[in-house]
């Protein structure tokens, strides 16, 4: 399924024109600003899309550097498979991974949330050359061998109940600053209940067992960050985020290599992009 065109005109804030490339016969469509020597990578997650950088882009293009923002498939301006069993963890980090190849992508820092943080934190590993700094905000790894928060299975359930969960009203709930048209354009990828077969897959993808697929993989991932790391990193963390906050975050802290004390945002949530001019400048500061 490929949402209409239309559906994404007069979005508040986002003047950023698409880029499409074709992945397994899919169109996958990205944001790319900007022509700096390094580049920022920034990886959404459940169930937005790269308008969520839009707070980010400004000061991150400001500094100099290219900024690069792909919506996974499944999600944003991307194609969207209909069928709930296409998507798979291992699908999603292939299609990072082509993506940084494809866009010839180095010097990266590598800015997640959410699940932009459950895949992207297992690529650096793959590719170290790659890349030079980590921007983390609320987010995780799904080893599978430590017991997932009573807030993030309540979401999971929550989603499990809603088939055609809907992204705008989720979105003012737990970012309440924002306009109803900010939150309208969270929705305007998904035209019907078909369109969200990724929204509702991704939380029950998240690695809940040893076994369960990503987990060995994210179990190295957190070996190699811990001992292998070599590049710089910058923690932020939504204060009132109940799934992926403060508790989580500072366990996440101890297996990346040399993280400093992380940036605690008392107003921010879990989508902490939606305060994101504060996030990105205080990451900038501490990179200077």
Same mark, same amino acid.
């Given at each position: 399924?490929?949402?209409?065109?239309?559906?994404?005109?007069?979005?508040?804030?986002?003047?950023?024109?698409?880029?499409?490339?074709? #992945?397994?016969?899919?169109?996958?469509?990205? &944001?790319?600003?900007?022509?700096?020597?390094?580049?920022? +990578?920034?990886?959404?997650?459940?169930?937005? #899309?790269?308008? !969520?950088? @839009?707070?980010?882009?400004?000061?991150?293009?400001?500094?100099?550097?290219?900024?690069?923002?792909?919506?996974?498939?499944?999600?944003?301006?991307?194609?969207?498979?209909?069928?709930?069993? #296409?998507?798979?963890?291992?699908?999603?980090?292939?299609?990072?991974?082509?993506?940084?190849?494809? &866009?010839?992508?180095? @010097?990266?820092?590598?800015?997640?949330?959410? #699940?932009?943080?459950?895949?992207?934190?297992? &690529?650096?590993?793959?590719?170290?050359?790659?890349?030079?700094?980590?921007?983390?905000?609320?987010?995780?790894?799904?080893?599978?061998?430590?017991?997932?928060?009573?807030?993030?299975?309540?979401?999971?359930?929550?989603?499990?109940?809603?088939?055609?969960?809907?992204?705008?009203?989720?979105?003012?709930?737990?970012?309440?600053? !924002?306009?109803?048209?900010?939150?309208?354009?969270?929705?305007?990828?998904?035209?019907?209940?078909?369109?969200?077969?990724?929204?509702?897959?991704?939380?029950?993808?998240?690695?809940?067992?040893?076994?369960?697929?990503?987990?060995?993989?994210?179990?190295?991932?957190?070996?190699?960050?811990?001992?292998?790391?070599?590049?710089?990193?910058?923690?932020?963390?939504?204060?009132?985020?109940?799934?992926?906050?403060?508790?989580?975050?500072?366990?996440?802290?101890?297996?990346?290599?040399?993280?400093?004390?992380?940036?605690?945002?008392?107003?921010?949530?879990?989508? +902490?992009?939606?305060?994101?001019?504060?996030?990105?400048?205080?990451?900038?500061?501490?990179?200077?």
């Amino acid at each position: 399924m490929r949402t209409p065109d239309e559906r994404f005109a007069s979005l508040p804030g986002f003047p950023h024109a698409p880029h499409y490339l074709e #992945w397994r016969g899919l169109r996958a469509h990205y &944001l790319d600003e900007g022509h700096g020597a390094r580049t920022f +990578l920034c990886l959404h997650g459940e169930p937005t #899309w790269s308008y !969520l950088y @839009r707070r980010m882009i400004p000061p991150f293009l400001a500094s100099g550097a290219r900024v690069v923002a792909p919506d996974f498939i499944g999600f944003g301006r991307s194609d969207k498979p209909e069928d709930d069993a #296409w998507y798979t963890f291992e699908v999603h980090r292939a299609f990072l991974l082509d993506v940084i190849e494809r &866009l010839a992508l180095t @010097r990266i820092t590598l800015v997640v949330q959410d #699940w932009g943080g459950l895949l992207g934190l297992t &690529l650096p590993m793959e590719m170290p050359e790659r890349f030079e700094r980590l921007l983390v905000m609320n987010t995780a790894l799904g080893t599978g061998d430590t017991p997932l928060s009573e807030g993030f299975i309540a979401w999971r359930a929550y989603v499990a109940k809603k088939p055609s969960l809907d992204c705008a009203k989720l979105m003012q709930r737990t970012c309440p600053h !924002l306009t109803s048209q900010e939150a309208a354009a969270y929705e305007a990828p998904f035209p019907d209940a078909k369109a969200k077969a990724g929204v509702r897959r991704f939380p029950q993808l998240v690695p809940d067992r040893p076994d369960a697929p990503g987990a060995a993989l994210s179990r190295k991932a957190r070996d190699w960050s811990m001992n292998a790391w070599k590049g710089e990193a910058f923690m932020a963390i939504g204060a009132k985020d109940p799934v992926l906050g403060l508790p989580v975050m500072s366990a996440l802290r101890k297996f990346i290599r040399n993280c400093p004390e992380p940036y605690v945002h008392a107003e921010g949530g879990h989508f +902490l992009q939606e305060w994101g001019e504060d996030i990105a400048a205080q990451a900038l500061k501490q990179w200077q």
